[in-house]
């Protein structure tokens, strides 16, 4: 990976530049260094699988790059702005804007429904009323789910949960989705179905970053990038970051989802 300064030219700027970021856990007197000086340039419109063992660092990455956790040391540019000079209100704001977040546990709010849960970010962004309503209709729509609106957590399938997670995620319309292994709890069935809405979403210009322990789950990256003790060991690229994901299909689910991601980046 080239260390060299990237072009100042916006459409051109990196989505994710980290530079010799640590990231260092204080745990009573011992220290744990999460990230270990670690180097990482995402384009926009790549689609990148992180991998790596149990505490090499996937997540303390995820939740630098989500502006969930800050570096220690080293620097980390989002958008071409550098997070360091971001207060903490800035920092909601640009997660609230910028950035879905995809998580293994599904992370909706329990006793709420489908449609409420999808609601909420737009919420948190002063969306209202009926703006707010239909584009959480029509995230929902995207993802197959205008037939489970009205229906709790506890009512549906995790697949299913995972869906609605989703659409969460990209009812804001984000540049960045980051999942942290999203199908960790899902059957082969609905693992394909996530990767499957993955891969449309990337394919309608969305960067993503994806954390997995499954090869046949990183196989819809376009690259890969292998972590060991907190630092970057190999980064192998499969697919050119202007061309479609690798594993992409044609299908029903996102038709709507492109004209929302049209209709809101224009409002
Ligand atoms: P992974 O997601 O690859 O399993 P993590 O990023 O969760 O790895 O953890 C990397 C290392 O940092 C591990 O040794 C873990 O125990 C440690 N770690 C992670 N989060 C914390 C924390 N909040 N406090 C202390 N240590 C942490
Ligand atoms: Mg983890």
């Known amino acids: 990976m080239s260390e060299s300064t990237h072009p100042v030219s916006p459409a051109k700027r990196p989505v994710i530049e980290l530079r010799r970021v640590v990231k260092t856990y204080y745990m009573g007197e011992v220290e744990v260094n999460a990230l270990r000086g670690l180097s990482l340039v995402v384009e926009r419109g790549d689609f990148v699988a992180v991998m790596g063992a149990s505490g090499s660092g996937k997540s303390t990455l995820m939740n630098i790059i989500g502006c969930l956790d800050v570096p220690s040391r080293g620097s ?22 910028k950035i879905g977040f995809v998580f293994q546990s599904y992370n909706l709010i329990p006793r709420t429904t489908a449609i409420a849960n999808v609601e909420l970010p737009l919420a948190y962004g002063g969306v209202k009323g009926r703006d707010r309503r239909a584009r959480a209709l029509s995230a929902l729509e995207s ?5 489970r609106l009205e229906h709790v957590p506890s009512e ?57 322990h499954e090869a046949d789950i990183a196989s819809f990256a376009k690259r890969t990038v292998r972590l060991r003790d907190g630092n970057i060991i190999e980064d192998e690229r499969h697919t050119a970051v202007d061309a479609p994901p690798p594993r992409l299909e044609p299908g029903p689910g996102l038709g709507p989802l492109i004209g929302a991601a049209v209709r809101s980046s224009t409002s």
């Open 156 to 212: 549906m399938s995790g697949g299913q949960q995972q869906r609605v997670a989703i659409a969460r995620a990209i009812v804001t319309n984000p540049s960045l989705v980051l999942a942290d292994e999203p199908t960790g709890n899902l059957d082969t069935a609905s693992s394909l179905e996530v990767m499957r809405l993955l891969s449309r979403l990337n394919a309608t210009g969305r960067t993503i970053v994806l954390i997995t």
């Open 76 to 97: 980390f540019w989002l958008d071409g702005v550098d997070v360091r000079t971001l207060d903490e209100e800035s920092l909601a704001i640009v997660r609230n804007r």
């Open 143 to 147: 993802v197959g789910l205008s037939d």
